[in-house]
């Protein structure tokens, strides 16, 4: 009798795909890279048992909420007219600092590519300038900027567009680098001028990603925008400081609620710009493209169908002469009417803000005396143990906020991809919920947080948590979605589930962009947790404040330098580990 044996049964695509695997040699520098990420990941975890947040302690202290909630009674709301006049104030200095920065990012990123630069040395330049601009808190170049200028508008449009260039040059650059060389060659060969290379060359093939950049940064802005009211700049932010701090919670959680509402309109909006602008290879695939899907669908149907047939060039394009008398068809005139609504759009964002241009000609001769009060940097009274402590409180409360939102936005995220959901109910839901997330402003989260739970840690690192699973998520999502979908084919033509494709080709594919946006998350982490400790997160903010409200500025720029070092050092680990595994 012949004794068969039972073996496991391997799928006999994967066995096969698993033998053609190719073995990748484990370097050295893999090796230390991968020790480095477990000792990052095992310093969070005792980051968060540092912070010690205990669900049970938060029920208990429920009842500091209801008593608060009580205290506060009705939500209240400025006049009608002042709200308006608020809100338009808001919208347009977030959106004419977030211009300015799009603005001056372009000949930065030129500078930081690779393939563009026209030397090492402007290179290194450029990415440190914009590595610079993102560790300068903007809560802390709005009040350089009140103190040349005056309380008003134009100390957050200055302190959000120098700001926000370290996340556009650097989006910029990195958007430059994947471009396809072969027409911007062409045009260097033939003669043409590097003005042409760009224009030509580079620009046509960059501008989907630059857009979607930019909207949403002004997103991130507009949220940001709140904080720069607790240093004199105009807007919500600064009528809710002003409610907070008369201790007026009806009107200041009334004016947090028109604030959360602004935020998720503006994603709705800027989902919308893009999926008409870009269509839907373009687009970044918010849960608002639902309102524009269909038209946006069937117009790409017809992109397609028209590339497949390929048709006749037009009457008027087939000579130059025809050309300079293109008629008017609807599609010109709806690209012509939306571009003139652009343009009106950013010069009533100028407009209301009532920017004195008078002001440009007058505060180089404030700079001195400005200078002089930051520098050179101190530690005040505090002395360095105090300040380094505090520093590594903040560090602490990074790690931990961006160790929590981890897995939350991982599994968000995941379901928010197209290629990895269930189903479009599924999809839409989970992106809904990304939205809903990103809409809370972290500070404003923060001053509820530190209500039930106290002054402290905790509070801060919920916050920062709460608001990182709506930027990772997003993040994650959006990089599920633009992997190879051949790996995932192949899995499923053999028989594999959708775990096992998720597993097996998405994740794969996408860990390297996973680890890098973890990075960029912990990276925007120390700074939000510096701002957080201004209204009692824990951290370096609280002498921040202190410092800022005291005039001591010397002590302001030895923070700002403290926090220089640490995002270098994060910089610096983050681009060693991109390039490891890549």
């Not at 709301?77 to 919208?91: H, M, N, V």
């Not at 505090?382 to 590594?392: D, I, N, Q, S």
């Amino acid at each position: 009798m012949t004794t068969t044996v039972d073996r496991p049964r391997v799928t006999p695509g994967l066995a096969s795909l698993a033998e053609r695997a190719p073995k990748r040699p484990v370097s050295p520098e893999r090796v230390a890279a991968g020790l480095t990420l477990v000792a990052l990941v095992a310093v969070s975890i005792a980051a968060l048992s540092e912070v010690d947040i205990s669900l049970p302690d938060m029920v208990a202290s429920w009842g500091n909420a209801e008593r608060f909630f009580a205290r506060v009674g009705a939500l209240s709301f400025p006049e009608p007219a002042e709200l308006a006049w608020l809100i338009a104030l808001t919208l347009g200095l977030v959106l004419t600092g977030t211009l300015l920065a799009a603005a001056l990012s372009v000949p930065i990123a030129y500078l930081a590519a690779s393939n563009t630069t026209p030397g090492n040395g402007w290179r290194a330049a450029a990415r440190f300038a914009g590595v610079l601009a993102r560790s300068l808190p903007d809560v802390v170049l709005a009040m350089v900027f009140v103190l040349m200028f005056s309380l008003g508008a134009l100390p957050g449009i200055l302190a959000i567009g120098i700001h926000s260039i370290g996340m556009i040059s650097k989006m910029f650059a990195d958007a430059i680098e994947q471009i396809d060389e072969g027409p911007r060659l062409a045009i260097r060969a033939a003669g043409g001028s590097r003005a042409q290379e760009f224009f030509s060359g580079i620009l046509p093939q960059v501008l989907p990603s630059w857009v979607a950049t930019v909207l949403h940064r002004n997103d991130i802005n507009l949220r940001g925008s709140v904080v720069l009211g607790y240093v004199g700049v105009a807007g919500l932010g600064l009528e809710m400081s002003y409610a907070f701090k008369s201790l007026n919670y009806g009107l200041g959680l009334g004016i947090a609620l028109v604030i959360f509402v602004l935020c998720v309109v503006m994603e709705i909006v800027s989902s919308v710009v893009r999926a008409w602008m870009l269509g839907r290879a373009g687009d970044r695939r918010t849960w608002a493209d639902r309102l524009v899907g269909r038209r946006v669908a069937r117009k790409d149907r017809v992109d397609a169908a028209a590339r497949d047939i390929a048709p006749a060039p037009a009457a008027w394009a087939q000579s130059p002469q025809t050309a300079l008398r293109r008629p008017w068809t609807r599609e010109r005139v709806r690209n012509v009417v939306a571009g003139g609504l652009a343009v009106a759009i950013v010069v009533a964002g100028v407009w209301v803000c009532q920017i004195n241009w008078g002001d440009f000609l007058t505060f180089w001769a404030k700079i001195p005396a400005v200078a002089v009060q930051f520098w050179p940097p101190t530690f005040g009274v505090y002395g360095p143990e105090v300040m380094f402590e505090a520093l590594r409180e903040t560090v602490a409360i990074a790690l931990a906020a961006t160790l929590l939102a981890l897995v939350p936005s991982l599994l968000l995220g995941s379901f928010a991809a197209r290629n990895v959901a269930a189903g479009a109910g599924v999809r839409g839901t989970a992106r809904f919920a990304l939205v809903g997330i990103r809409g809370i402003p972290e500070i404003i989260l923060a001053i509820v947080l530190i209500v039930i739970t106290g002054l402290g840690m905790q509070a801060g690192t919920i916050a920062l948590a709460v608001g990182g699973v709506g930027l990772l998520g997003k993040l994650i999502a959006d990089s599920f979605e633009e992997v190879d979908r051949g790996p995932e084919r192949a899995l499923f033509a053999t028989g594999a589930t959708r775990l096992q494709v998720y597993a097996g080709a998405t994740v794969p594919q996408g860990s390297r962009a996973l680890i890098g946006h973890s990075f960029y998350l912990l990276d925007t982490n120390i700074r939000a947790a510096t701002i957080l400790g201004i209204v009692g997160g824990g951290g370096v903010g609280y002498y921040l404040l202190n410092a800022s409200q005291g005039a001591n500025y010397g002590m302001v720029t030895a923070i700002v330098l403290m926090i220089l070092a640490t995002v270098l050092v994060v910089e610096g680990i983050a681009m060693w580990m991109r390039k490891v595994f890549r």
